[in-house]
Structure formats: structure tokens, C-alpha cells
């Protein structure tokens, strides 16, 4: 799907004939469960939405939204992810993590990346403050 679900969906026909842009229209799960059981599929993939992770499951993985353009617009650090089917129709993802060019940001938005990185960092130990001690020779003579 390029975008969402149509009303005009009533059969596979409908979809060669869809106009690829026009209104929106808001959809839940009942309309996906209807959309999957009439056209006999197991999930309903769209595209044309941000998603923090580069793709994300809704009503009980009947829906995936994708989105493929890591850092969009060079600021909104979001993912990117790719689809692979294989050949008995199992899914996965390659997921592209977004590469920020920190110049373009707001400092605002700096600061938020910045602190969002360091919670998710792990803390490694001062070895000062462990009671170690540091050694600046060898400890083994050759």
C-alpha cells in the first residue's frame, strides 16, 4: 500500500485501479482485519510515515508501517528499515540507524539527541574512584 487503506478497496481489481494520492483517510484495526480476510493476505505493509524505528507493528502485526530514509530531512534521527521476505514468506528487517549531522540541528534538538545518547549508554567505572591502582609501567617485565 502506498500510504494507508482506501474505502475503495473491495477487491485486488480495485487496487490496479487506485489513484496513488489522494484524501487521507483514518483506519483501525477492524478495517484491517476486513481488508486481510477479503483479500485473503496475512498483512497489510504501508509506506509514507515516519517512524522513530524504521518500522513499526499495529493490531496484532496485521499492519507494518515502513519507512526508508534514515534521518529524514536531516533532522528528525529517526531509522530506516528494509523488508526481506523469504522464500516461505518470513519477514525480517535490516534497520539502518540514522548518521546525524549535528550542525543542522537546533540546539534544542542537539541537547535532547545528546542526553537521549548518554542514558542509553552504559556506565563504565571510574578506575580513580574503584580503588585500583594504576600502573604506568608494565606490570610484567619481558
Same mark, same amino acid.
Not at 508501517?65 to 531509522?79: E, K, V, W
Not at 571510574?126 to 619481558?142: A, S, T, V, Y
Given at each position: 500500500? /502506498?500510504?494507508? $487503506?482506501?474505502?475503495?478497496?473491495?477487491?485486488?481489481?480495485?487496487?490496479?485501479?487506485?489513484?496513488?494520492?489522494?484524501?487521507?483517510? $483514518?483506519?483501525? %484495526?477492524?478495517?484491517?482485519?476486513?481488508?486481510?480476510?477479503?483479500?485473503?493476505?496475512?498483512? &497489510? &505493509?504501508?509506506?509514507?510515515? &515516519? *517512524?522513530?524505528?524504521? /518500522?513499526?507493528?499495529?493490531?496484532? +502485526? +496485521?499492519?507494518?508501517?515502513?519507512?526508508?530514509?534514515?534521518?529524514?530531512? %536531516?533532522?528528525? %534521527?529517526?531509522?530506516?528499515? &528494509?523488508? +526481506? *521476505?523469504? %522464500?516461505?514468506?518470513? $519477514?525480517?528487517?535490516?534497520?539502518?540507524?540514522?548518521?546525524?549531522?549535528?550542525?543542522? #540541528?537546533?540546539?534544542e534538538k542537539?541537547?535532547?539527541?545528546?542526553k537521549m #545518547?548518554?542514558d542509553s549508554?552504559?556506565?563504565?567505572?571510574?578506575?580513580? +574512584?574503584?580503588?585500583?591502582?594504576? /600502573?604506568?609501567?608494565?606490570? $610484567?617485565?619481558?
Open positions: 500500500m /502506498h500510504g494507508g $487503506i482506501s474505502p475503495q478497496i473491495q477487491s485486488w481489481d480495485a487496487l490496479v485501479n487506485l489513484q496513488t494520492r489522494a484524501t487521507s483517510y $483514518i483506519f483501525g %484495526g477492524d478495517t484491517i482485519a476486513n481488508i486481510c480476510s477479503m483479500l485473503d493476505i496475512s498483512m &497489510v &505493509v504501508r509506506a509514507h510515515e &515516519v *517512524v522513530k524505528d524504521g /518500522h513499526q507493528f499495529l493490531f496484532d +502485526k +496485521k499492519l507494518v508501517t515502513m519507512f526508508s530514509a534514515p534521518n529524514y530531512c %536531516g533532522t528528525d %534521527g529517526n531509522a530506516a528499515s &528494509v523488508m +526481506k *521476505v523469504s %522464500g516461505d514468506l518470513e $519477514i525480517s528487517f535490516i534497520t539502518l540507524k540514522p548518521r546525524l549531522d549535528t550542525n543542522r #540541528l537546533s540546539e542537539r541537547l535532547l539527541i545528546e #545518547l548518554a549508554m552504559a556506565k563504565s567505572p571510574d578506575p580513580c +574512584k574503584c580503588g585500583r591502582l594504576l /600502573h604506568k609501567q608494565p606490570l $610484567i617485565e619481558f
